[in-house]
């Protein structure tokens, strides 16, 4: 059974950063789609951003110049770089992959909260 295991969330003042990770476990192949999703309580889960398997990127216009997606494909790990973080970057964030056959998979979510 797939797991998606993210890690790195938690408190951090307005300013600062914070790298999340996550890593796949259990047997998944072909991963080509990797993301990265935001939601806060009340409003509907949104994307940040997302690598394809050949290194396109794409990032919601709130985060342009401050997150960085990349991934490692030899560890089926994602990684989100959040720099220059903001009261409104406050949220729970989840990792997805596709794979093969449109697979979709979740992480469990990871709460990040920036302080003013």
């Known amino acids: 059974q797939v797991q998606l295991v993210e890690s790195g969330g938690g408190l951090v003042q307005a300013g600062g950063s914070l790298r999340l990770s996550c890593a796949a476990s259990?047997?998944?192949?072909?991963?080509?789609?990797m993301g990265w999703y935001r939601q806060t309580p009340g409003n509907q889960r949104e994307v940040v951003a997302s690598?394809?398997?050949?290194?396109?990127?794409y990032y919601a216009d709130s985060v342009k110049g401050r997150f960085t997606i990349s991934r490692d494909n030899a560890r089926n790990t994602v990684y989100l770089q959040m720099n220059s973080l903001k009261p409104e970057d406050t949220a729970v964030y989840y990792c997805?992959?596709?794979?093969?056959?449109?697979?979709?998979?979740w992480g469990q979510g990871t709460q990040v909260t920036v302080s003013s």
């Open positions: 997805r992959f596709r794979a093969i056959y449109n697979n979709v998979y």
């Open positions: 259990g047997s998944i192949y072909s991963i080509n789609h």
């Open positions: 690598i394809t398997n050949g290194g396109t990127t």
